[in-house]
């Protein structure tokens, strides 16, 4: 156990007893525990394995790699649909995290696996992903516009597509449009 991460768990919550849980599970199969992005975070041979996360509803243990685990008790979760490698496993109480305990070790021992075949998760690239007609009409129009986009790097790119494409209706696809052209000749992602 790290101490840096001793605070994550002192915090009262309402997932306390769950991700304690959780954490001696990763501990126990030889994960190295470090905190990143705010939460426990567990490595083997400084690579990401499995991350504790809490939300609203449930907390869950999430696998970096979890596209490629095998699943045969198909209780991994696709966390939303752009997500494209990370799988979680969802918890609503303790009792769920101790009676999965042996599929979770196991689970953990198959990423500890491949990460020592050294298999690597295949991305979508970047023109891979759909660009709503309100950006195209915007990219065949504004001068320099193409241009401008084409020189961002491919996660600006995908981050704007994303954004763009998220929403429901024309109207909000277009003000969002409108309203981060000026960033996109600046060379600016969504947050810079």
């Known amino acids: 156990m790290n101490p840096k991460v001793d605070f994550f768990f002192a915090k009262e919550g309402k997932w306390s007893a769950e991700m304690e849980e959780m954490r001696a599970i990763a501990i126990d199969c030889g994960l190295t525990e ?23 509803e449930y907390c869950a243990f999430l696998f970096f790699k979890g596209v490629l685990l095998k699943d045969p008790k198909g209780i991994l979760i696709r966390q939303t649909a752009n997500v494209q490698s990370a799988r979680q496993i969802r918890f609503t109480s303790v009792q769920e995290v101790i009676k999965k305990r042996l599929v979770l070790k196991a689970y953990i021992k198959e990423v500890i696996s491949l990460e020592k075949s050294g298999q690597q998760v295949s991305f979508k690239k970047t023109p891979e992903f759909p660009v709503v007609k309100e950006f195209q009409e915007k990219l065949n129009k504004v001068p320099g516009l193409k241009a401008a986009f084409r020189a961002l790097t491919p996660g600006r790119q995908r981050g ?9 209706q024309s109207s909000t696809r277009i003000a969002r449009i409108e309203k981060y052209i000026p960033h996109i000749f600046q060379g600016k992602g969504l947050n810079d």
């Open 160 to 168: 704007y597509l994303l954004f763009f494409s998220a929403a429901k």
């Open 34 to 56: 470090e905190l990143k992005w705010g939460v426990p975070c567990y490595t083997w041979e400084k690579k990401n394995v499995v991350l504790i996360h809490g939300f609203k």
